[in-house]
């Protein structure tokens, strides 16, 4: 089992940047694939990016390809989302997500969920 708590939310101007981190717990981080998701008001919560556990392999949404970056530290137990040139439309609740197996853009799939951060991006 893991428990995920992200952090590195905010309020940012279109164009900025932020960096979130997913901080988890237990021994076992390493053998679990990384996920992260958001979802806007109203709206079902959407794939962001997916980390393998090995780091070895990264995949993206092409809504953020070229603007977000996911990246691991196994020795940190942490999962990073660097997002660059950000627009009014990420703005959002985003959720970081952990699985033994898992590693598809269905937020179904993904069994292990933090409580979210909240991302507004102004024009």
């Known amino acids: 089992q893991v428990q995920l708590v992200e952090s590195g939310g905010g309020l940012v101007q279109a164009g900025g940047s932020l960096r979130l981190s997913c901080a988890a717990s237990?021994?076992?981080?390493?053998?679990?694939?990384m996920g992260w998701f958001r979802q806007a008001p109203g709206k079902e919560r959407e794939f962001v990016a997916a980390?393998?556990?090995?780091?070895?392999?990264?995949y993206s949404a092409d809504s953020v390809k070229g603007r977000f970056t996911i990246s691991r530290d196994n020795a940190k137990n942490t999962v990073y989302l660097q997002m660059n040139s950000l627009k009014p439309e990420d703005t959002a609740v985003y959720y970081c997500?952990?699985?033994?197996?898992?590693?598809?853009?269905?937020?179904?799939?993904?069994?292990?969920w933090g409580q979210g951060t909240q991302v507004t991006v102004s024009s």
């Open positions: 980390i393998s556990w090995s780091g070895g392999s990264t």
């Open positions: 237990g021994r076992t981080f390493s053998r679990y694939n």
């Open positions: 997500a952990a699985d033994p197996q898992s590693y598809g853009t269905n937020w179904k799939g993904w069994h292990y």
